[in-house]
Structures are given as structure tokens and as C-alpha cells.
């Protein structure tokens, strides 16, 4: 029963570079939502992403960043011309549904490092 | 106020010992409260979710207390696999309700 996946595991980008995320939820889960953890902070919520819908991306930049879940693959984060701030963990997490349990099971991250 | 707030440690405590983490959140609204452990560069995962009559789960005892917006993490007997980063979580309300806000942790090193 595998859990959340995600790759690359770690990722090097020089600033301009895009950078691509990938998350594989649990079976049978069909929410995704995305995670970024700074150096010494708390993880904060980026997007909430169902099959083919973004539910709320309240919490990501403006610029340079989108996701997507598409209804065949994996939910994909992407971040265009990166820059050194962009260096972070981030979390990818599913749920089966939003309302009546919300425990969510997080993935192993992708660890971004932009030179 | 921050949204959620927790002891910013780091504790260090020898093998067996007993110790208690405190959290605080502003929101009075959240509705869903959760202890979660990170071990160092992975991933965060659910130690437990904290009800209002308080619960327990072996070595592990949450308490919530809404009118003081404060949920407590009480480890007893602790071990050395114990040592982690403690995340405090809560949820979001209402139509958001499936967002998470985080505590920045607490380190925990348990030492034999």
C-alpha cells in the first residue's frame, strides 16, 4: 500500500531554470494539496488541487508558480525562472476527501536548492 | 499573534523522562487540532489528533482546551526514538477547512 510519492527527491536549478514537482497521492485519495517549508519555519500551505480542479490556491505566489492535477498522472508544481528564495522543501499531502476527516499524509518532499 | 504558536525548545531530556509540549493558536474558529512528528529532512507524520474530552495513545496524552485556544502534548517514558521535531497543526474553518497552518516546531533530542 504505497503512500504519497514524490519526485525528484531533490532537485538542483540555477536561478532562470524551471523547476517541475511531481505528486503521486495515495490510492484512492483524489485531494492533493501543496506544502513549502523554508529553512527553520513551519510548512505553509501553497494550493489544494482535486482531479482536473484547483480548489484554492490562496497560498502561492502570484508569480512564477502553478499547479495542476490533471485526470491522468501525477499532480505536477511548477515553478518558472527560479531564484535563490525559491530553495525549500515542499511537501506534497492527499486526503480521501476535504470535510469529515482532515488528516492528511504527506509525501517525502522534494528538497529544491537553486544555485 | 502568530496563527500557531509552540515552545520553541529545542528540550533535551534524558530516556525516560516525561515532557510536555505547549501549543497556542489565534483562530478561535479551527476545528481540527493535530500533533505531528518530522524527523529531521522528512517528511511530517501524524502522531495523533487531539480531541476536546483530551486523548491518549500509549505513551502519548493530548489535551485541547478551546477557551484558552491552547493544546498541550505530554510524552511519558520517553525513548530515544522519540527525538523528532513536534509540529502543533490546526486546521482552517469554515469553507477553508482543509488547510493546515503549522507550528514551527519543537525539537525534541532524547539522550541516553
Not at chain 2, 35 to 59: H, I
Amino acid at each position: 500500500n504505497a503512500g504519497v510519492m514524490q519526485n525528484p527527491r531533490h532537485l538542483v536549478r540555477r536561478r532562470g531554470q524551471e523547476a517541475r514537482l511531481r505528486c503521486s497521492p495515495m490510492k484512492g485519495h483524489s485531494h492533493v494539496y501543496w506544502y513549502r517549508q523554508l529553512p527553520e519555519e513551519g510548512l505553509k500551505f501553497m494550493v489544494y488541487l482535486q482531479k482536473e480542479n484547483i480548489i484554492d490556491e490562496s497560498g502561492m505566489p502570484k508569480e512564477r508558480f502553478s499547479a495542476e492535477f490533471p485526470k491522468e498522472g501525477p499532480s505536477i508544481l511548477r515553478i518558472q525562472q527560479v531564484v535563490r528564495g525559491d530553495s525549500a522543501a515542499y511537501f506534497c499531502a492527499s486526503s480521501p476527501a476535504s470535510t469529515g476527516s482532515y488528516e492528511q499524509y504527506f509525501g517525502p518532499g522534494t528538497r529544491l536548492t537553486v544555485t | 499573534r502568530k496563527e500557531v504558536e509552540q515552545d520553541p525548545g529545542p528540550f533535551n531530556v534524558p530516556e525516560g523522562a516525561t515532557v510536555a509540549f505547549n501549543c497556542t493558536y489565534s483562530n478561535s474558529a479551527s476545528q481540527s487540532f493535530f500533533w505531528y512528528r518530522q524527523d529531521c529532512r522528512k517528511e511530517p507524520k501524524l502522531l495523533m489528533s487531539v480531541y476536546s474530552s483530551g486523548n491518549e495513545d500509549g505513551r502519548f496524552t493530548a489535551q485541547l482546551n478551546r477557551a484558552s485556544q491552547y493544546i498541550s502534548l505530554l510524552i511519558r517514558d520517553s525513548k530515544l526514538s522519540d527525538s523528532a521535531t513536534y509540529l502543533c497543526v490546526v486546521n482552517d474553518s469554515g469553507g477553508s477547512n482543509y488547510k493546515l497552518t503549522f507550528g514551527k516546531g519543537t525539537l525534541l533530542t532524547v539522550n541516553p
